[in-house]
């Protein structure tokens, strides 16, 4: 059974994505059966091309990424999603939509990237990429797939205190 992953930020340009990629990513290098998908309460429409040049330089796959709006998964023809992870304090702070079968949420906030000067911005991308990719494979360390939602919702709220 395979655990689809919505990650949001408002935005759908920067953490959202890095989170997509790197969870996707881990997930493939670890044969864990984990689908992730990002999407933003007001998608920009682009996706930071810092992002995608640290993803880049990582290794990471980023074909058929895209800033896209979380409403895309509130259609009948949505994959069904099992954990909602919001990366950004706005996007955590917003009414969300209804998300058929009551996935868990978590808040795992991440501070945006994108605001760092630009001698730094780089830099911040790739400490936030790292930050990312490490609690995305402590993410995929736990056994979703036969975990109750409280159990689920306690470790996923463990990862973000560690």
């Known amino acids: 059974m395979t655990v689809n992953v919505l990650i949001l930020c408002t935005h ?3 953490r959202s994505v890095l989170s997509e990629t790197m969870l996707n990513h881990w997930a493939a290098r670890l044969g864990r059966d984990v689908r992730a998908y990002s999407a933003g309460s007001a998608p920009s429409g682009r996706i930071n091309p810092v992002a995608l040049q640290v993803l880049a330089e990582a290794g990471v796959d980023t074909g058929g990424v895209r800033s896209k709006s979380w409403d895309e998964f509130t259609r009948p023809d949505a994959p069904a999603i099992d954990i909602v992870i919001t990366v950004c304090d706005s996007a ?71």
């Not at 808040?107 to 994108?114: R, V």
């Not at 780089?122 to 609690?135: N, W």
């Open 12 to 14: 759908n340009s920067a």
């Open 92 to 162: 955590a702070a917003e009414q969300c939509p209804y998300w058929p079968g009551q996935p868990v949420q978590v808040h795992w906030g991440y501070p945006d990237p994108s605001n760092a000067p630009e001698p730094e911005r780089h830099a911040a991308f790739e400490l936030t990429r790292q930050a990312i990719g490490y609690r995305m494979l402590q993410l995929l360390a736990l056994p979703l797939a036969t975990m109750p939602p409280g159990e689920r919702r306690a470790a996923l709220e463990a990862i973000e205190r560690s």
